[in-house]
Structure formats: C-alpha cells, structure tokens
C-alpha cells in the first residue's frame, strides 16, 4: 500500500479540482480577419472574414466557428488590439527585480487618475529587457466578458500582445498567444484575477456527494436511534402488561383472601363440620364475580343462600352452578330489584 504525503495529497486534490485546459481557444482580430486557434497537443488555426469592428459581431463570428469545428468554448481568449486599452512600454535595465511590482502599481494608479477611471485593471509581462504595462477599463473587460457569455463562451483572458512580439510573429500567432496564456495561468491577462480556474462542475459534485455522504450518515444514525427507542417502547408495553396481568392476578388472589375470611365469619358463629366447610367454600368459588353472596344458613338438612347480582342472567347462571356443584333440587325462592339496581335473591336446597 502507498501512503501519500500530505503536501501530494493536497497538491493531487487541487489537480482534480482544476478547470480543464487541454483544450483552449484562442482569437484575435486584426481589422480584416479573425484568427481563431485551438490550442491541445498540437493546433488548428480558422480564418474568418470580419466586415465589422463591433464586439457583439466578432463574439458571434468566434462563436459560430467553434460551434461548427465543434471546439469546446469553456476557456477562451480574446487578443485585444492595440487601442482598446492603454500601454506603456519601457526599459528596466536600472531597475531591481523586488521594485518592479510596486513600479507597475504606481504606474497603473497614475494613468487611472489621468483617464478618470478609478476601477482600471492592469496587467504587465517582460519581453527581453523591456517592460511592457497596461491598464483597461474594468467596465470595458464587464462588457467582453457580458458578450462573450450571450454566445456560450467562457471569456478567461483578455490580453494585448506586447510589441515586440507583434514585429516577431504572424497574425495567427496572436490567437495561439491568447490562448497559451490560459493554458499557463500567466500574465498579461486582465481577467486572471476575476475567472476562475477551478472546475466548478466537479467541485459542485463533490459538495453534492459529501452532503449526501452525511445525509446518509445522519439518516442512518436516526434509523438506529429510532430502531433502539422502538425495541426498548415494546420492551416497556411488555412489562406493563406483565405487570397489568400480575396486578389482576393479585386483585384475585386479595378477593379469594377476602370471600374466605368472609366465610370463615360465617362458619365461626355456627358449628360447622369440615365437610360443611368445605361445601361453603365451594359456594363462595363458584360466585364468580356477578354475584356477591350477604348470607348463608346451612342446617342439618338444608342449606339457604342470600345475595345480590349485576343482573337477572348473573342469578340464573349462579343458580345453574349451584345445582351443578352443590345440590340439584336448588331452587330460587325469590328475587327482587333494589334502588340500586341490583338483584336481591334468596335460593334455598335441601341437603
């Protein structure tokens, strides 16, 4: 396994985010033809007619052009000529290397007081001993790059091609010019510092996979919460029913516990044998919950059962488990409803 060091990480990171330049075009006009260039491993050069001076017209001509040569438009230049903007050219023979910066600032701050126009741009490249500045109206770069843009293009640079170079080469090389400085990232270009030279597509994936990425992540982390919170709410419905079926179970066993002291009472102020006992404690099982009884007379030979129900049906199927468990010739004597709307009943049995 290759373990890359940070600074290679980082310097791979920045390659995969930058704008792709391996493929660039590059245009200049020079007052008859536009010459536009297509600048990858080698270049291909188009000569188109141009009647007109107008930005708009050249723009659409350019346009047209790649459309049909079907050259991508994502990084163009534009070679400006000598009087869109203002030049300075001098030598630097007694001039130090650290000053020439502030040099050119100055400069540029001086001819922007001189033509009134407070947010120039300006750029500069050497050429052999000589140095060549030049400033352009931001105002003037807003309305190529505006045109630009209304025929699908990407203006990246804007430039004017020192004179040295102009003496030194064909018109065509101009485009191929423009275009290499694109490719370079290096001056002149006026718009080096407004264009961007990230690729802002990929970057907008990248951002779009890192917030699905977490999205995801959090999603996941909910899911998990909510599964945990799910299992311990069932294990909580479980214990409450346990506990509800326990609390039942023990409101049984208190009512069992109460019905045998009651009948315990009753069996302490008569004399009753352990058989009778166990013939009232069957009375008092077989009750059920309809069906309270208030008094039992047990004799030699009989045996008489007084007590309340919900309603007549709890009498009548109290009565049937009487016969059933206790004496078949039971009977019901009497029943009656009371101002509570209970059941008063008396059944009596011979033994």
């Known amino acids: 396994m290759i373990f890359l060091s940070g600074e290679s990480f980082l310097t791979r990171l920045k ?25 990858t491993e080698e270049f291909e050069v188009v000569e188109v007619e141009a009647e007109g001076f107008e930005v708009e017209q050249l723009a659409e001509k350019i346009s047209l052009t790649c ?76 309305e190529f790059v505006a045109v630009w843009e ?7 640079a804007l430039s004017i091609m020192p004179p040295d170079l102009l003496r030194k080469n064909q018109p065509v090389d101009k ?16 718009l080096a510092t407004r264009g961007s030279s990230l690729n802002l597509k990929k970057i907008s994936y990248a951002v779009a996979a890192i917030f699905l990425i977490v999205l995801l992540g959090l999603s996941t982390k909910i899911f998990l919460e909510y599964r945990t919170a799910s299992i311990n709410l069932d294990a909580a419905k479980n214990s409450v029913a346990e506990f509800q079926d326990d ?3 023990k409101k049984n066993l208190d009512e069992n516990i109460s019905e045998l002291h009651r009948l315990n009472e009753i069996c302490a102020a008569q004399d009753v044998s352990t058989t009778k006992f166990n013939l009232l404690l069957n009375l008092g ?26 309603k007549p049906d709890a009498v009548k199927s109290y009565l049937g488990r009487v016969k059933n468990s206790v004496a078949q010739n039971a009977r019901l004597e009497n029943s009656s409803e009371r101002e509570d709307g ?10």
């Open 247 to 249: 609390l039942a179970l």
């Open 342 to 351: 209970e059941i008063a009943f008396k059944i009596r049995a011979a033994l």
């Open 175 to 190: 485009a191929k010019f423009i275009a290499e400085i694109i490719r370079e990232d290096k001056s002149p270009n006026f």
């Open 15 to 39: 390659n995969f985010f930058k704008a792709d330049v391996s493929e660039v075009v590059g245009a200049y006009f020079d007052g008859e033809k536009i010459f536009v260039v297509r600048l």
């Open 285 to 310: 099982k077989i009750s059920g919950e309809d069906v309270h009884l208030t008094e039992i007379r047990l004799e030699e030979n009989s045996l008489e059962l007084e007590g309340v129900a919900d």
């Open 67 to 142: 459309r049909e040569k079907g050259w991508k438009t994502s990084a163009v230049g534009f070679c400006l000529q000598d009087d869109d903007a203002v030049t300075f050219q001098t030598g630097v023979d007694n001039l130090p290397p650290k000053e020439i910066p502030s040099f050119i600032k100055s400069w540029a701050v001086a001819q922007a007081e001189a033509e009134a126009d407070a947010d120039a741009m300006f750029s500069s490249t050497s050429v052999g001993e000589e140095l060549w500045m030049e400033t352009l109206s931001r105002k003037r770069a807003e």
């Open 150 to 156: 209304k025929f699908g293009m990407k203006l990246r």
